[in-house]
């Protein structure tokens, strides 16, 4: 069973920073696209960042500048560096992982998997 799990939430103070991670497991062929969402309470999930097997990035408007997105390969992990953070960064982040795995019976399938969420709180 492919998962992710993610680490690196917590507390911080407003202009502070914060890493996150997420590691995927499992029977994993290959790991395309990479990215960090962020939903608050009765809103619909949005797109932080998002990185290409390649390296290539995407930002939302509201993080470019503070917001780092970076991943390794070799350990099929994306991190996410966050700058500068603010109050309204205050929200759970999901990673999600687009990934080429073993289904059963020797097939291999893609999986679009997400994280369980991770939660962010900026405030003094």
């Known amino acids: 069973q492919v998962q992710l799990v993610e680490s690196g939430g917590g507390l911080v103070q407003p202009g502070g920073s914060l890493r996150l991670s997420c590691a995927a497991s499992?029977?994993?062929?290959?790991?395309?696209?990479m990215g960090w969402y962020r939903q608050a309470p009765g809103k619909q999930r949005e797109l932080v960042a998002q990185?290409?097997?390649?390296?290539?990035?995407n930002y939302a408007d509201s993080v470019k500048g503070r917001f780092t997105i970076s991943r390794d390969n070799a350990k099929n992990t994306v991190y996410l560096q966050m700058n500068s953070l603010k109050p309204e960064d205050t929200v759970a982040y999901y990673c999600?992982?687009?990934?080429?795995?073993?289904?059963?019976?020797?097939?291999?399938?893609?999986?679009?998997?997400w994280g369980q969420g991770t939660l962010v709180t900026v405030s003094s």
């Open positions: 499992g029977s994993i062929y290959s790991i395309n696209a």
């Open positions: 999600r992982a687009e990934i080429v795995a073993e289904i059963g019976g020797g097939r291999y399938g893609y999986l679009e998997v």
């Open positions: 990185i290409t097997k390649g390296g290539i990035t």
